[in-house]
């Protein structure tokens, strides 16, 4: 079992950063792909992010060019540096954990965390 615990999120304005972060326990994250949905309100959860265990990213069109997802296999540790926010990035953001990339960016992984709640004023 995977224990992810999400963090970071906050009030912000418009063009402000802010960086999440998903702190993993439990087992090592080193053989697992990450990544990062979101859901607004109203809306269905979608995909922000995901890497693989070997370092390969994924972004979602939206977010590409202002979000960058990492991780720190030896803090056991992924993060959601986010620039140039919009209030449109408003969502709760959630960590997940899974077999493979193909699996996390699907939203079909394993593990999710709490969720952090990210609101952008204009």
């Known amino acids: 079992q995977v224990q992810l615990v999400d963090s970071g999120g906050g009030l912000v304005q418009a063009g402000g950063s802010l960086r999440l972060s998903c702190a993993a326990s439990?087992?090592?994250?080193?053989?697992?792909?990450m990544g990062w949905f979101r859901q607004a309100p109203g809306k269905e959860r979608e995909f922000v992010a995901a890497?693989?265990?070997?370092?390969?990213?994924y972004y979602a069109d939206s977010v590409k060019g202002r979000f960058t997802i990492s991780r720190d296999n030896a803090k056991n540790t992924v993060y959601l540096q986010m620039n140039s926010l919009k209030p449109e990035d408003t969502a709760v953001y959630y960590c997940?954990?899974?077999?493979?990339?193909?699996?996390?960016?699907?939203?079909?992984?394993?593990?999710w965390g709490q969720g952090t709640q990210v609101t952008v004023s204009s």
């Open positions: 997940s954990a899974g077999s493979r990339a193909a699996v996390v960016t699907a939203g079909r992984a394993d593990y």
């Open positions: 439990g087992r090592t994250i080193s053989t697992y792909a």
């Open positions: 890497i693989s265990w070997v370092g390969t990213t």
